[in-house]
């Protein structure tokens, strides 16, 4: 009988190997949230009884950065599927888990590798990394170490942005990546300037647009400058007060030109905007007027009872929802407040400037928004929620609320909910829609 052939030797090769089949970081990975619980790397039967959860969790938490390690060597693998795994599979670790310390020591090598990327991959590889460059400073903090990871990705960063014949997705993610970084790294104001500047010189050609082809644009270029559009308003948000009379004074009478945008997604952002800079501009003068209020509250109230026809029905609703907000806080300085649990916090968002800054996060984190609200000292003083509340196992048991009462908080709930749609409810614009 012939004698079969060993391959464990090789089989966990460094960067230059091949690699066929990479395994992405999933949520079965990310269990270390609840490491006391337990732990999606070790199997209850391998170990012995007396093994206590300080022995599990240290067990876990090596595996998961051995798991890591092996990410990051991935992403100068020769194959751009497998660097793109790579990098996806370290982006879902970052927004899981909060891991300061591991990416701390590893943050020349992860920027080297995202630079790389970036320059040289494709449109999927290059967002990939945008997105982790993005998850990187949000870790890192507003400290000297996401300014390094900024200051060396900018250049390129901006270089894409400002290039017609890249991807747009491409553009997009690095519109994205750059404002992110940037917002973090407040220190460096010259710098935000200037990465305000980079995003007005995309965005502001739709007002150039909406004159000369009255909205008729491509649907690209349009998600774009929305991007752009964003991002640019988040950053205003943490500009000194002179600055921002400079920009309120520049954009704040060509901005209602959007709200004729074909796109529904165009004209929900610049409603938004155009609140959000309303507030601040009441901020820092409690008498601010504005010159054609009376045409904007016209366009306003017809984009919040809007029933054309030729408009889809959800794009109508949606519209509809947004603008009778914006109407709200435009005319009756009014903002309806929202609530954010998490564990056993919650944090109320009462005003445009968290709404919009809660959104930007919310949109990279995606499902991990909240773990990182409950673990993330940097997010935590962005929403001035304190430090961190570390609550044992016990003491989670007792806050718990017994299903009985739940139910009862649920119904009235519903039924408070139900009433106060009801009275917003366009029924008119409704039953138009139907015939």
Not at 209 to 222: A, F, K, L
Request: proline share 3%; glycine share 6%; net charge neutral.
């Amino acid at each position: 009988m012939p004698k079969s052939k060993k391959r464990g030797g090789n089989s966990g090769r460094g960067a230059g190997g091949q690699h066929r089949n990479v395994q992405p970081f999933s949520d079965e990975d990310a269990s270390i949230e609840t490491m006391s619980h337990c732990s999606g790397f070790s199997d209850p039967a391998s170990f012995t009884e007396d093994v206590g959860p300080e022995v599990e969790e240290e067990a876990t938490q090596e595996d998961l950065e051995y798991k890591l390690k092996g990410f990051i060597d991935l992403t100068l693998d020769k194959s751009a599927k497998t660097r793109q795994a790579a990098l996806e599979g370290l982006k879902n670790a970052l927004t899981s888990k909060i891991l300061f310390d591991f990416i701390l020591e590893r943050r020349m090598t992860l920027t080297d590798s995202i630079e790389r990327c970036i320059k040289k991959g494709k449109s999927d590889e290059q967002c990939a990394a945008a997105g982790l460059a993005c998850l990187l400073c949000v870790q890192l903090g507003s400290g000297i170490e996401s300014e390094e990871i900024f200051k060396t990705l900018a250049p390129v960063l901006k270089k894409i942005i400002s290039d017609g014949t890249a991807n747009i997705q491409t553009r997009r993610a690095c519109i994205t990546c750059l404002g992110i970084c940037c917002f973090i790294v407040t220190e460096d104001i010259t710098e935000l300037y200037l990465t305000m500047e980079c995003l007005e010189n995309i965005f502001t050609k739709s007002y150039q647009r909406e004159r000369d082809t009255n909205g008729i644009s491509s649907t690209h270029s349009t998600m774009l400058h929305i991007n752009a559009l964003l991002t640019w308003t988040l950053l205003l948000t943490i500009c000194p007060v002179s600055e921002v009379k400079k920009k309120l004074e520049m954009h704040l009478h060509k901005l209602p030109s959007l709200l004729s945008c074909d796109d529904v997604n165009m004209r929900i952002v610049a409603g938004e905007t155009l609140a959000l800079l309303f507030e601040l501009a009441r901020e820092m003068d409690a008498d601010f007027s504005y010159e054609d209020m009376e045409l904007l509250s016209q366009k306003l109230r017809s984009l919040a009872t809007d029933g054309n026809k030729h408009r889809a029905k959800v794009d109508k609703r949606k519209q509809r929802s947004v603008f009778r907000d914006v109407l709200r806080a435009i005319e009756e300085r009014d903002f309806t407040t929202e609530t954010v649990k998490f564990g056993p916090e919650r944090m109320y968002i009462d005003c445009w400037v968290k709404k919009q800054t809660y959104y930007t996060f919310k949109e990279i984190l995606g499902s991990g928004m909240q773990y990182h609200l409950q673990s993330n000292e940097f997010l935590r003083n962005v929403f001035e929620l304190g430090p961190p509340v570390m609550l044992d196992a016990a003491t989670l048991k007792t806050m718990k609320i017994p299903r009985f009462e739940r139910h009862l908080y649920n119904s009235a709930a519903f039924k408070a909910r139900t009433k106060a749609r009801s009275k917003c409810r366009d029924k008119r614009a409704d039953v138009v829609e139907f015939f």
